[in-house]
């Protein structure tokens, strides 16, 4: 995995590195002065390359590398954004522009430093929950008020270690008072073990229509170096067994039929469908055998690209929940760069009457961190629209 991204993370350790040292440091500071202030930046390069030949899936290996990754993110972006204000100063000739440009770049890069420390060392804990209702006309009146508590990606492996940051999300969740609890997918990061840690804790959410869960793309297991295809299914298998054992329905291209006074909603749970290179194993038909074209549906499908790809050309579904963007765990005001990869990547969204509502999920991918895209939980009510 290091070995895909060696060469960004060099780049990010190294020209700003270049270009403070060229046109900043070099006409001011003396040769011990500028080794010093670079070491980190070194010290980074050689733990990055020594990872990268001799990756290892250890817990220690894993932490190892978060905390080199943190180290690194955090000391090339704050130069990069101090190296930019650099170069822009160069061409200048007056010399209260050239200071003025040099004092903005260092405020910024300052900000930026401490906006990093703080997404590593507590933006991943900042838990918010988030309300919102959905009226349907379509909604049997028995349902209406019932509240559905999303959470999303867990990728628990980055979490080892943190079991009261996990209980704090499952007492959050319970707190609220769900009729149901759904999961919308990416459990762990690479394999069933990483729920060994957390299982108890995640048997212990209370509501009275139980844990509904689906996979997510991280869930079928191939970020990991498999000896076979065949020991990672069987991998796979145990991810889903644990499930099962913890009390949580899964979903795989299934449905759970709810009922109230003799009127009924369905949980329709697909396997992840998104787009190459992720697992494509979505089944809408399947998923919904022997449900009517009447029957209210709440979909739950973890790539938010499906909803527009499948289930708006192809079915009258009219609520979708999914996740897996994570607004990739930056989020400034209403822009994240995510949406450049996700038309749909956080929020609620319309089209042709059908609704899809992405979670931005309570965990982290590889590295824990998050700043404005904070991890959460979705408290969701259905209302008739006609009450």
């Given at each position: 995995?290091?070995?895909?991204?060696?060469?960004?993370?060099?780049?990010?350790?190294?020209?700003?590195?270049?270009?403070?040292?060229?046109?900043?440091?070099?006409?001011?500071?003396?040769?011990?002065?500028?080794?010093?202030?670079?070491?980190?930046?070194?010290?980074?390069?050689?733990?990055?390359?020594?990872?990268?030949?001799?990756?290892?899936?250890?817990?220690?290996?894993?932490?190892?590398?978060?905390?080199?990754?943190?180290?690194?993110?955090?000391?090339?972006?704050?130069?990069?954004?101090?190296?930019?204000?650099?170069?822009?100063?160069?061409?200048?000739?007056?010399?209260?522009?050239?200071?003025?440009?040099?004092?903005?770049?260092?405020?910024?890069?300052?900000?930026?430093?401490?906006?990093?420390?703080?997404?590593f060392t507590q933006g991943y804990r900042h838990v918010v929950v988030k309300p919102v209702a959905y009226k349907f006309a379509q909604l049997p009146k028995p349902f209406h008020g019932y509240r559905i508590a999303q959470i999303s990606d867990f990728h628990l492996g980055t979490l080892s270690g943190k079991a009261d940051l996990v209980k704090r999300i499952v007492d959050m969740v319970?707190?609220?008072?769900?009729?149901?609890?759904?999961?919308?997918?990416?459990?762990?990061?690479?394999?069933?073990?990483?729920?060994?840690?957390?299982?108890?804790?995640?048997?212990?959410?209370?509501?009275?229509?139980?844990?509904?869960?689906?996979?997510?793309?991280?869930?079928?297991?191939?970020?990991?170096?498999?000896?076979?295809?065949?020991?990672?299914?069987?991998?796979?298998?145990?991810?889903?067994?644990?499930?099962?054992?913890?009390?949580?329905?899964?979903?795989?291209n299934e449905h759970k039929l709810l009922r109230r006074l003799g009127d009924s909603l369905a949980i329709v749970g697909v396997e992840n469908d998104g787009r190459p290179p992720f697992p494509a194993l979505g089944d809408l038909p399947q998923a919904q055998e022997g449900l009517s074209d009447e029957c209210f549906k709440v979909l739950l499908s973890h790539d938010p690209s499906h909803w527009r790809r499948r289930v708006v050309p192809d079915t009258n579904i009219p609520l979708t929940l999914s996740g897996h963007t994570h607004g990739m765990q930056l989020q400034l005001g209403s822009f994240s760069p995510a949406a450049w990869f996700y038309p749909e990547w956080g929020g609620t969204y319309t089209a042709q009457g059908q609704v899809l509502h992405v979670s931005l999920g309570?965990?982290?991918v590889m590295l824990p961190f998050r700043l404005g895209a904070w991890p959460e939980i979705n408290l969701i009510t259905l209302e008739c629209a006609d009450v």
């Open positions: 995995m290091i070995l895909r991204i060696l060469l960004p993370l060099l780049l990010l350790l190294f020209f700003p590195a270049w270009v403070l040292n060229r046109f900043l440091l070099k006409p001011r500071v003396g040769w011990f002065g500028r080794f010093l202030f670079f070491l980190p930046n070194l010290l980074l390069f050689i733990a990055l390359c020594l990872m990268a030949v001799s990756e290892r899936t250890t817990p220690d290996a894993a932490y190892r590398l978060t905390f080199v990754l943190t180290c690194t993110l955090t000391l090339g972006f704050s130069e990069l954004l101090l190296s930019l204000f650099v170069l822009l100063r160069v061409p200048m000739r007056r010399l209260w522009v050239r200071r003025d440009l040099l004092a903005m770049g260092g405020v910024l890069s300052a900000v930026c430093f401490v906006s990093m420390v703080y997404g319970n707190a609220a008072h769900p009729d149901l609890v759904v999961f919308t997918g990416d459990l762990v990061n690479t394999r069933a073990e990483e729920l060994e840690e957390f299982k108890n804790i995640l048997s212990h959410f209370r509501a009275p229509d139980g844990v509904v869960s689906v996979m997510g793309n991280h869930d079928y297991l191939t970020y990991h170096a498999w000896p076979s295809d065949a020991a990672r299914q069987e991998n796979v298998n145990r991810l889903q067994e644990l499930q099962r054992d913890m009390g949580w329905k899964l979903l795989l309570v965990g982290e």
